[in-house]
């Protein structure tokens, strides 16, 4: 591949919901411009960005790939995006170095939530967004509807570029705005094609359509829109000389047909990428904050290297594989740059120019350009390397909280002790990716975006990192309180030979209101109890908190007043005490009406208004409480609040339901009592887990 500049380059992300044809998409696009002569197919998991074992195993994109071409004389830099909202850092990441975002929607589903989710963030990068209806090949595809669709999503900027002639399981050919010609594609998949004028109907439709793609360009500039008014119309070069700044701008939204598979209408939207897309030039200078924290400016012609890292690969036999892109100056092998975020230094070692699993390797990236290197030591996804000359600071990239949590059993010791290193290294990889351990229930706690997310992970610690573990639904963190007084008096006497162990404990507890912890006085008075014995007590009490005298579970929301006991002057103790102290409190919260708390989140669950009633049933048969709705367009909004225990792989069941359309956010609200009902079942539960264990 040549070696470009700026103005030569096309940075792209292919993104959208789940199973819209981006991949194939991808494929064609490749086909087109030669990089590969045959596409490959996701079930035979022979595409090039498809290429990771998980994806092949899996027949779905998991990782965002990056690959390059030429078109037209251009350098297309290419990532094609999942679409499965649980690996949504991916897009993310790709969109925040990316100048344009390529948008797939289904041709027979239409818009779905995972293409509203990365046009908004499209726009909070302020890139320009291409439409794709894309699937145009198969039965019920329905172009015209989609196109209304689309423009009540995205407003009536949104204007097709290419028409379908004949969607459909025959679909061959397109109608071509901008050129006035019907273009139809060889059945071979190899992307050729023939030109003909348009005529009868067809020439009719794209004479109007021309009109309107004149009328919104008229506006990217005031002397060009006073020209319009002044002859009614414009030239065609003077259509095509402000095109692209009407892209730009957001005047207008081009909307392509394709049909990835069959490699129809691809070379079209190719062409309006090489010929009016957005290059690093249309955002010459971006935000960066200096080492002081003052705002500042990366221009894309300043001389000092400036470079920002959005994703990193951890490689078993290589290291980690960092892809980047440069913003200012040249990054060459065998330089030194700075890692800002973390104030390391780090030598650039081989450079590389990415075509899904292949390498072609570069001595020099340029400014605005893509690429990758290998063997950086303390770089992650999200840092700014600098020459030392210019130390500043890119904005990263703000990911979601994980939503769906589950639990990794380590199969064997030797496991468990890798297990450690390889959750780190793909949280690295996964900015959305998660893992703590839980010493309240004892489980390695793994969260993410969805169950999909977390099977692939364990997946991955078995084959990256020779790491068994399996994947569990997590304990719950049930806590226990009380709901009135208790009162005991508890005698530790032991005698067995020679020193013995005394000491008498009065305790009374009473409740306290939500989220108080443990709270340990006492109200002593006269000689009964020597002062110094009130540590020991308080140290049995917190034992007994942790142990939980109601179920095993930890205990929370009480008072607690040592207030009077007896002692010996020669056998009490402090373990006696200790002793002493954790007994009266275990009788006394017996006493004292104990009960469970389980934690409740809130939902805020994102569906389209005909799945509403589903999904308030399914919620109601979660103990949920309907909290409100709000609109979002086509969209509703339920808030909901249901106990953590009825949410284990929630996010799929919500998926199932909404065929893949609803989406959901979760975080902790409070604890609730356990309905009396469900008491007895869950300590039966919990006791019968802790004694396989």
């Known amino acids: 591949m040549k070696e470009c500049r700026a103005p030569e380059i096309r940075n792209f992300a292919v993104v959208g919901h789940a199973s819209t044809g981006k991949t194939l998409l991808c494929e064609a696009m490749l086909v087109c411009a030669g990089k590969i002569t045959r596409a490959g197919t996701i079930e035979q998991g022979s595409t090039v960005s498809d290429f990771h074992p998980d994806e092949k195993e899996h027949h779905q994109s998991v990782h965002a790939t990056l690959m390059s071409a030429e078109w037209l004389g251009r350098e297309l830099n290419i990532i094609d995006c999942p679409g499965t909202p ?40 302020g890139i320009p967004r291409f439409l794709v209806v894309s699937l145009l090949d198969r039965e019920r595809a329905n172009y015209d509807e989609i196109l209304e669709e689309a423009r009540e999503h995205y407003g009536t900027r949104v204007f097709p570029m290419t028409l379908p002639v004949d969607a459909g399981p025959g679909f061959r050919s397109v109608l071509d705005v901008m050129r006035s010609e019907v273009i139809t594609y060889a059945e071979d998949g190899s992307g050729k094609f023939t030109e003909k004028p348009a005529e009868g109907d067809l020439k009719d439709r794209v004479s109007e359509l021309h009109q309107q793609l004149i009328d919104m360009v008229a506006e990217s500039d005031d002397a060009l829109l006073e020209k319009f008014f002044e002859s009614g119309t414009l030239t065609e070069e003077d259509l095509r000389a402000h095109v692209h700044a009407a892209v730009q701008k957001g005047l207008v939204v081009p909307l392509y047909a394709a049909a990835g598979a069959r490699n129809i209408g691809v070379s079209r939207l190719l062409d309006f990428i090489a010929k009016f897309g957005a290059s690093p030039v249309d955002r010459a200078a971006v935000a960066a904050k200096s080492s002081s924290g003052a705002e500042v400016t990366v221009g894309l012609g300043d001389a000092q290297s400036v470079a920002f890292v959005f994703k990193t690969v951890h490689e078993t036999h290589v290291g980690n594989l960092s892809f980047f892109r440069v913003y200012s100056g040249d990054v060459t092998s065998g330089s030194e740059l700075v890692n800002v975020n973390r104030g390391e230094t780090e030598r650039i070692g081989q450079l590389y120019r990415v075509n899904g699993s292949s390498r072609e390797p570069v001595s020099v990236l340029h400014a605005g350009d893509i690429g990758a290197v290998v063997k950086l030591r303390a770089t992650r996804a999200g840092d700014t390397l600098c020459a030392a000359a210019r130390q500043i600071t890119l904005p990263g990239v703000e990911f979601p909280v994980p939503n769906t949590r589950g639990a990794l059993v380590a199969k064997s010791r030797a496991d468990l002790n890798k297990l450690g290193e390889g959750l780190s290294a793909l949280r690295e990889e996964d900015p959305t990716f998660e893992y703590h351990f839980d010493p309240e229930i004892g489980q390695t706690i793994v969260s993410g975006q969805g169950e999909l997310q977390l099977q692939i992970m364990a997946e991955e610690l078995k084959r990256r990192f020779n790491v068994e573990v399996e994947l569990v639904e997590p304990r719950v963190s049930y806590r226990a309180t009380i709901s009135g007084r208790g009162d005991a008096k508890h005698r530790h006497k032991k005698q067995t030979g020679g020193a013995g162990q005394f000491a008498e404990v009065w305790m009374r507890i009473e409740s306290l209101s939500s989220e108080s912890g443990v709270v340990f006085t006492h109200s002593l008075v006269g000689s009964n109890v020597d002062r110094v014995f009130v540590p020991s007590v308080e140290k049995g009490v917190q034992t007994a908190c942790a142990a939980g005298p109601y179920g095993g579970f930890p205990v929370t929301d009480v008072k607690v007043d040592f207030y009077d006991g007896k002692q010996h002057t020669v056998d009490s103790k402090d373990i006696a005490f200790q002793i002493a102290g954790k007994a009266a409190f275990n009788e006394a919260f017996l006493a004292a009406r104990p009960k469970l708390l389980e934690p409740v989140m809130e939902l805020r669950i994102k569906v389209p208004s005909d799945a509403v009633g589903s999904v308030l049933a399914d919620l109601s048969g979660r103990r949920g409480r309907i909290i409100g709705m709000e609109s979002e367009g086509r969209f509703e909004v339920v808030v909901a609040q249901v106990p953590q225990a009825e949410l284990y792989q929630y996010s799929s069941q919500l998926r199932a ?37």
Do not use: N
């Open 86 to 125: 649980d690996f949504i850092s991916e897009p993310l990441s790709a969109l925040r170095v990316a100048d344009a975002a390529v948008i797939v929607i289904s041709g027979v589903s239409g818009v779905e939530t995972g293409a509203d989710e990365v046009w908004t963030v499209a726009g909070d990068y």
């Open 657 to 693: 339901i909404t065929a893949g359309r609803g989406r959901h956010k979760e975080r902790f609200e409070r604890y609730e009592d356990v309905p009396k009902d469900q008491e007895a079942k869950i300590i039966a539960e919990h006791g019968r887990k802790t004694e396989e264990e």
